[in-house]
């Protein structure tokens, strides 16, 4: 069984910068995949990035050049770095672990952009 804590998600203001941590624990395998999604108050959920046990990453057109995905495999924790924030950033960002043909989700966290 594998459980994920996402953390981090605060007000915070337009420009600003913030920085969202992912705590997985339970039956972690070394060859795994991480992601972020996000949730906006009336949309679908959407990808954000996702980041390889290797550390390859891939992002979302929305979000490339302003966010960076990261993990410590040691910590089996991945981490998204957010610079210059935009209100259309505002929400809950979820976190994912793919492995062995699985898919296991996160709690999310709310991310608000505001001034």
């Known amino acids: 069984h594998v459980q994920l804590q996402a953390s981090g998600g605060c007000l915070v203001q337009p420009g600003g910068s913030l920085r969202l941590s992912c705590a997985a624990s339970?039956?972690?395998?070394?060859?795994?995949?991480m992601a972020w999604y996000r949730q906006a108050p009336g949309n679908e959920r959407e990808w954000v990035g996702t980041i390889t046990s290797r550390g390859m990453t891939l992002y979302a057109d929305s979000v490339k050049g302003r966010f960076t995905i990261s993990r410590d495999n040691a910590k089996s924790t991945e981490y998204l770095r957010m610079n210059s924030l935009k209100p259309e950033d505002t929400a809950v960002y979820y976190c994912k672990l793919s492995q062995r043909g699985r898919d296991y989700w996160g709690k999310g966290t709310l991310v608000t952009v505001s001034s």
């Open positions: 339970g039956s972690i395998f070394s060859n795994n995949v």
